[in-house]
């Protein structure tokens, strides 16, 4: 395809609109960058709304106060592990219906966010390209897109994935999944789409810094710019054309999470609800999961920072924390509830960081900050759940949804050796319910595509009666 020229950036246009907000210290290198620099930087400029960014800055790290918001709070109304066993609001086996013909329908997608460096786990590349598999060596995004695979066998109907990658990781993701031809899906059911940045600034001046000479610092907007992002990027669009109408949602770093849980979908469909999450009963006030609870109404999800010891801490009548419900990142959406959150003001507030930004300074020399120096952009997307009509809590067990990867290993919990476990300990569970002896100390892991629960597992007529080495069930 011919390309046409591109235009050279005006210097004076984007100085006047610069020194309007007083931000003209972002040309200060101009003179000596070539075409290339030049069309960069103006691209990087041009696409900032300074407007917003004043606003923010003037704004600080001001924010609710969530201490006084947390003592006038109340526990979520939610389905509970003992209601779901027993038979409360809904029944199991109505939301397993109800949950089983939408996917038979293809009215369910799965959103993957999938934007982050493994930067902590000491892995230079994008933290879902990660091998966490125990056996297999199997890859975080293979593991999600095996089950989307698996789902859509299962229920007669393709899953499509919408993976959200960064700026940092969009085309090293694409090129692997490319690689790998998606892990048997079709290039129609993997939809990459890149979220938004937001540049930082100078905590001191509220100037925007740069990275470089020819661009300024940008880093990811935060899970919460997924909503925008899925409308710039089309993926709003392919789905009003396929009809999908609601979206599991989870982060790349939890292998756990069950996607096309039918049960789970089911009670999102009985309850009406906009918005679906999945909670897991935090074991001690000091757990590190923000909770969700009921303010003046509405349900929220309070950071554990934010949440105060003497909240934390509250018992009920029986010993439990009353304030139990922890979250996982887990969601269903309602794609309507979607749509409808593009066009509802400060539905997605920016969050306000205070963090070390390394830029160069004004003499063009590196700085690597020691203290924060720095205010930093995000949103997050546990902000929408006050706004979503008919929102619903659902407890699963931990130990069969909740093992994210965030920590290299030395850490207590959440590194690859905290994963595994939890990966072979289901997926001994799931054998050994069926029947098959798994011997101590023997790993065992079990391919999404060779079976998605224990219900297929115990459906396989080819499942071993002892196991003593280890296994890695998958398609022959």
Known sequence: MKRLPTSSPNREQLAARLKSHGQEHLLRFWDELDPAGRQQLARQIEAVNLEQIAALYEQGAAAHDWAALARRAEPPQAIRLADRQAGGRFSSHEARQRGTAALAAGKIGVLVVAGGQGSRLGFDHPKGMYAIGPVSGATLLQIHLEKAQAAGR?????????????????????TFLDEHDRFGLSADDVILFCQGTMPAVDAATGKLLLAEKDSLFLSPDGHGGVVAALAAGGALEDMRRRGIEHLFYLQVDNPLVPIGDAEFLG??????????????????PQDRLGVFAIIDGRLHVIEYSDLPDDVAEKRDDVGSLRFWAG???????????????LALKDALPFHIAHKKVPHIDDAGQHVEPDEPNALKFERFIFDLVPHAKNPLVVEYPEE??????????????????YVQRFMVARHRRWLEAAGTRVEDGVAVEISPLWALDAETVAARADRPKLISEPSYFTEK
């Not at 009670?267 to 001690?284: C, E, I, N, P």
């Not at 309507?336 to 959150?341: G, I, K, P």
Request: glycine share 2%; no cysteine.
């Open 400 to 417: 069969d949804v909740f093992a994210p990867l965030k920590n290299a290993p030395g850490e207590s919990r959440d590194t690859p050796e």
């Open 154 to 174: 299962r229920y007669g109907a393709p899953v499509p994935v919408y993976v959200m990658t960064s700026p940092v990781t969009h085309d090293e993701q694409a």
């Open 267 to 284: 009670y999102h469909l009985l309850a009406r609800s906009d918005l679906t999450s999945m909670a897991v009963a935090k074991q001690t």
């Open 327 to 341: 979250s996982i990142a887990v969601h269903l959406f309602s794609v309507a509830f979607l749509e409808r959150s």
